[in-house]
């Protein structure tokens, strides 16, 4: 079995892993999916629009900013044997109409207002890229009021009274790819920021690959009509390490009784 098997098979009985196991056969790779086998998976996977993963040794200097090239060459820049990179390029491979909405965003805004400062907009799209959960409720369910548990800090509720809603009625997908990068070592702090969007009864019967086609619809008329990316803080924290089967210690109820993981909601003071 080579490293990466090692590496990867080590890590994949969380959830998130699951999912891209499920979805890639990533531990049936024996060698880095650097960027030809990121190559190979997006022509197995069947997305023409994903731009081309290219080896950043091979790319001359150059004073564009990445997400300049991604948006003038059609090249997704990427490092060998990185997991950032690997978990970047997963994320085009299954969230490419999304992925493609942020770039456009990046771009508009660099064009307008230039590289630096950043605006507000592009911190929240890189926070979203980076840090980004994806959470899907039907409407009018136990999940869409756990929601507002879950927006106001109200763990208990939703990690341990409601547990079993998770899976069923209220699922989480991993966006951030440094998200996953840091659950190959999780601690104690991991939290991640989180989205939802509303799905109909039947999402929850279709396999991974389909539910995954859908919700990149989905996040692109999401963000086209709110643009919620220009608001201040659209996102909530979410504790990574308390979505039940992302971590085993979480199945002990009193894993969530750490007030410095979970914390309560801060009272807003009035100049808030």
Not at 99 to 114: M, R
Not at 174 to 191: D, K, S, V
Request: net charge negative; charged share 20%; with cysteine.
């Amino acid at each position: 079995m080579s490293v990466w098997q090692q590496n990867f098979i080590k890590h994949n009985s969380m959830l998130p892993l699951q999912q891209l196991d499920r979805l890639f056969k990533l531990s049936g790779l024996s060698e880095w999916p650097n960027a030809a086998g990121l190559n190979n998976l997006s022509s197995r996977y069947g997305n023409q629009s994903v731009p081309k993963f290219v080896c950043q040794n091979q790319l001359p200097e150059t004073d564009l900013y990445y997400e300049q090239i991604i948006h003038e060459q059609n090249i997704i820049p990427t490092r060998p044997n990185s997991w950032h990179d690997l978990f970047n390029g997963l994320i085009w491979l299954q969230f490419p109409k999304t992925k493609g909405v942020l770039n456009q965003q990046h771009v508009a805004d660099i064009s307008l207002h230039g590289l630096s400062p950043r605006t507000m907009r592009r911190n929240n799209l890189t926070h979203f890229d980076e840090c980004g959960v994806i959470l899907t409720y039907e409407k009018n369910s136990i999940a869409e009021k756990l929601l507002d548990d879950l927006a106001t800090h109200k763990w208990h509720s939703v990690f341990v009274e409601n547990r079993a809603v998770w899976g069923k009625e209220l699922n989480s997908y991993m966006f951030g790819h440094a998200n996953l990068e840091m659950l190959l070592q999780p601690f104690i702090g991991l939290t991640g920021k989180w989205l939802a969007l509303e799905v109909d009864h039947q999402f929850v019967m279709l396999d991974y690959g389909e539910q995954i086609k859908q919700l990149d619809t989905l996040m692109v008329n999401d963000i086209m009509t709110s643009n919620i990316f220009a608001e201040k803080k659209p996102m909530c924290p979410l504790p990574l390490l308390g979505i039940p089967d992302v971590w085993d210690a979480n199945k002990d109820p009193s894993f969530y009784q750490n007030t410095d993981y979970f914390r309560p909601m801060r009272r807003l003071k009035n100049n808030d």
